[in-house]
């Protein structure tokens, strides 16, 4: 929506504000949606419940409050973006002292029948806070490396927060987010690439300080095949039901019977893609072999994967 915000002009009527608004986006939005309710609703089986029908009932929800912010007069979120960023924070630490845990993470504050993770809150929160930042400093001061200490501080600070609970890829978003930001405010090239330097400099260091079970995760990213009956099984799964989906797709609600939970688990989110790919239409890519079903053996390069329960690997 144009954003109208001269001096001196006249409040837009609600009948205005409303044509302004980016419905082509939306319908975009609604299609690429769709197609997420469509593999819910798949990896359930062939059963709204219980995901799909509640991930349409997420989405309407958020339509209605992007609606209701698209409607707020920019003025407004300019105003508030520090103190929205400052609840955000101190949900952060909130989540320290009284979060729960799940699934080895600990990021989320309960609230009655609700859970709220403080986290995806904060990446509205700063592209707000850094927003309004910028837009106070003018084109010469953002050239000057002391005015970025303040927004670096935006962005490093949740980002630690978060690494604690912990949550390596969120972390991740939020600097990407802070960079974004950073680049539209007008910070030169020069600057990000200084910073990816020291950033790669620095990965022998940081390494040391990650926890065993997310340089694993790095490692078995690499190199899935390192460890097949192990770390890499869930992963070589889903680069199997890739491929197996062939050039036109299984049809829905085949995943969850040719691949069962056991061997490609949390469908509805972690291995979506693989869903996705496994039912529908996709080009097979030339260096993955084809698999016909998670429950039989795979040639992958010159090893054999047997189903993960006979715990063996048979060189030929």
Request: aromatic letters at 10%; hydrophobic letters at 55%.
């Amino acid at each position: 929506m144009t954003a109208r915000i001269a001096a001196g002009r006249k409040p837009m009527r609600l009948a205005e504000k409303l044509r302004e608004v980016n419905w082509l986006l939306i319908l975009l939005l609604t299609l690429i949606s769709s197609v997420g309710f469509a593999m819910l609703y798949s990896a359930a089986n062939g059963n709204f419940d219980p995901w799909a029908s509640r991930q349409m009932v997420r989405f309407g929800v958020g339509v209605v409050l992007m609606l209701g912010v698209a409607l707020i007069d920019i003025r407004y979120l300019l105003r508030y973006a520090y103190a929205v960023y400052g609840a955000a924070f101190a949900l952060l630490v909130a989540v320290e002292i009284v979060g729960d845990i799940g699934m080895g993470a600990q990021r989320w504050i309960d609230v009655g029948a609700f859970q709220i993770q403080p986290s995806e809150i904060m990446k509205i929160a700063l592209v707000l806070a850094l927003a309004r930042y910028f837009h106070t400093l003018a084109p010469e001061d953002v050239r000057r490396p002391h005015y970025l200490i303040v927004p670096l501080a935006l962005v490093l600070a949740p980002a630690a927060l978060v690494l604690r609970q912990p949550d390596l890829g969120t972390a991740m978003i939020l600097v990407i987010i802070g960079g974004v930001l950073f680049f539209l405010g007008g910070v030169r090239i020069w600057k990000f690439a200084t910073v990816l330097a020291a950033g790669l400099a620095m990965i022998p260091i940081a390494w040391r300080f990650l926890r065993e079970y997310q340089k694993r995760r790095v490692l078995i990213f690499l190199d899935p095949e390192s460890d097949p009956l192990g770390s890499g099984y869930h992963l070589l799964q889903s680069q199997m039901a890739v491929t197996s989906g062939g050039l036109l797709g299984q049809g829905l609600s085949t995943t969850s019977s040719q691949l069962p939970a056991e061997s490609l688990p949390v469908q509805s989110t972690d291995f979506a893609f693989a869903v996705l790919a496994h039912e529908t239409w996709h080009r097979r890519p030339a260096n993955l072999p084809a698999a016909t079903g998670a429950r039989r053996p795979v040639i992958l390069g010159k090893v054999v994967y047997p189903p993960r329960a006979a715990h063996q690997t048979i060189h030929v």
